[in-house]
T-cell receptor, first 111, second 111 residues
């Protein structure tokens, strides 16, 4: 069974620093990997989808990399802002579209 | 587009009661799914559907029923609520591009 791990569970950085969030998975036979953001009491907002054939995906200040062979994905957020404070979740997709989630990294960006 | 919508936002049930959580999407997505989110357990798949008339079980299906009579709607039925079903429930949908979109969630408490 696929297991997805996100370390650290929580992270606090001062505004302006770059954020590096890690996601590891045990089964490299993934179909896609998706990063989400979740604000307290809210739903999940999709940030980036990386298909298995891709090495990275970028959107604005966000960049996500994927290394299937080592079972790792990293989400980089450049020049963090207090509005980036949230929980970030990664999830692997199988070929049926079923998602396996990590427990998330809770990020606090202090002004 | 409203995206993925869920009703109700909050619900309190007594043990043994039944109810239906509603989920609808207006993106003409074939794939829809239900997850529950519990502290320390992350998000886990309950049921999913690859199209109207087709459903299958996920990781934690016991105590839940689903049906998919239209592309737009994917209701989740709790047959006889138990305190262990206290959770936040999320519905998601996916189109041909593989990116998955989540609804705002239903917070359910079973007393």
């Amino acid at each position: 069974k696929q297991e997805v791990t996100q370390i650290p569970a929580a992270l606090s950085v001062p505004e302006g620093e770059n954020l590096v969030l890690n996601c590891s998975f045990t089964d490299s036979a993934i179909y896609n990997l998706q990063w989400f953001r979740q604000d307290p009491g809210k739903g999940l907002t999709s940030l980036l989808l990386i298909q298995s054939s891709q090495r990275e995906q970028t959107s604005g200040r966000l960049n996500a990399s994927l290394d299937k062979s080592s079972g790792r994905s990293t989400l980089y957020i450049a020049a963090s802002q207090p509005g980036d404070s949230a929980t970030y979740l990664c999830a692997t997709h199988d070929s049926w579209g079923k998602l396996q989630f990590g427990a998330g990294t809770q990020v606090v960006v202090t002004p | 587009n409203a995206g993925v919508t869920q009703t109700p936002k909050f619900q309190v049930l007594k043990t043994g009661q039944s109810m239906t959580l509603q989920c609808a999407q207006d993106m003409n997505h074939e794939y829809m799914s239900w997850y529950r989110q519990d502290p320390g357990m992350g998000l886990r798949l309950i049921h999913y559907s690859v199209g109207a008339g087709i459903t299958d079980q996920g990781e934690v299906p016991n105590g839940y029923n689903v049906s998919r009579s239209t592309t737009e709607d994917f209701p989740l039925r709790l047959l006889s609520a138990a305190p262990s079903q206290t959770s936040v429930y999320f519905c998601a949908s996916k189109g041909g591009g593989d990116e998955q979109f989540f609804g705002p969630g239903t917070r359910l408490t079973v007393l």
